[in-house]
């Protein structure tokens, strides 16, 4: 016996969370704030074509896919993700050719000493005083 399952739009277990990404995503397109998606073509967990409909869908939103990594990949490989996202806000900071503010760039900076267990202090220090950690990724 085969059974028919009917849906109302946006009955399901994910709807709401799905409304509030687009809203989201909507949001960050009209005040023009950039996003990178990060997307590994080998996840069977998220598929990576729906980063890639995110990206046709807002034209803020730059899908960075990786050649065979998995879900997880940032956990995994720290150093990685850590030089992908320095290597974002060099790439922000060259297109908009305006210096990024202490905050920002202490941040980038204190995700990219964090790969690093050893500099973790370092890199909590910077954020609360200002300064940017000195050690490299």
């Known amino acids: 016996m085969k059974r028919l399952q009917i849906r109302a739009p946006g009955d399901s277990p994910f709807s709401a969370v799905k409304e509030r990404l687009e809203e989201t995503l909507q949001t960050l397109q009209d ?3 950039r996003i990178t998606v990060v ?4 996840d069977g967990v998220i598929p990576i074509r729906q980063s890639q409909v995110l990206a046709e869908r807002y034209s803020n939103i730059q899908l960075r896919p990786v050649k065979d990594f998995v879900h997880h990949f940032p ?3 720290s150093h990685f993700t850590a030089h992908l996202l320095h290597q974002e806000v060099l790439r922000y ?5 305006v210096r990024t503010s202490m905050r920002s760039h202490s941040v980038a900076t204190a995700v990219g000493c964090a790969a690093d267990p050893s ?6 220090n ?3 005083t200002g300064s940017a950690c000195t050690e490299s990724l």
Do not use: D, P, W
């Not at 997307?39 to 080998?42: A, E, S």
């Not at 900071?93 to 050719?97: L, P």
């Open 93 to 97: 900071r060259e297109a908009s050719c």
């Open 119 to 124: 500099l973790s202090f370092s890199s909590r």
């Open 39 to 42: 997307h590994g073509t080998g």
């Open 31 to 33: 005040r023009r704030i």
């Open 75 to 77: 956990s995994s490989h």
């Open 126 to 128: 910077s954020l609360y």
